[in-house]
């Protein structure tokens, strides 16, 4: 396969990219906790089952991306995100949204002309909280609260989702999967899930 000719912005070299010979495009592959910025024509692409994927872009200059991001539960405090301080249950969402969103104001994109698009928040795991409800709230909340519309969205529901975004155009080609042949999604969530469970608490970060 010939080396890649996009030029990557800093801080996303270590995110694999592919070149997807279906949609002929250059193509970046997420998966949980990870996000990634382009300015460039490029495409990300994800499989969502519990976890949620924001898709946000500039509209005018084009530039955007997309995160993955699973939220850990607590019990009574689902609700606690809002104010700045990042406990366990809110600071994987919270940096999720806030780098991602950062890095494309950073990068030359305006506040004002972003567009962003919503997916995932399946139940997938069973016999554990529907943590894809959880998920799924907490996007919509987030971005109620910092005034940013969502344009389109497909949450919730039973089955995982592979999602390509293109953040140039802002196109979002979505599949739902109706069954998995494997479990290897599964067990990848529930990986993740057990990390952020277990690891320390976060301090403050500046909302935008």
Known sequence: MASSTISRLPGFEHINTYFDSQHNIETAKLLPGDYYVTSSTEAVVTVLGSCVSACVRDRVFGIGGMNHFMLPIHEGDRN???????????RFGNYAMEHLINDILSNGGMRKNLEVKVFGGGRIIKGMSDIGACNARFVLDYLKEEGLSVVS???NGDQPRKIYYFPKTGRVLMKKLASLHNDTLVKREEKYFNHIENAPVGGEVDLF
């Open 80 to 90: 606690n995100w809002r104010g700045g301080v990042v406990d366990n249950i809110t």
């Open 153 to 155: 969205q497909d949450l």
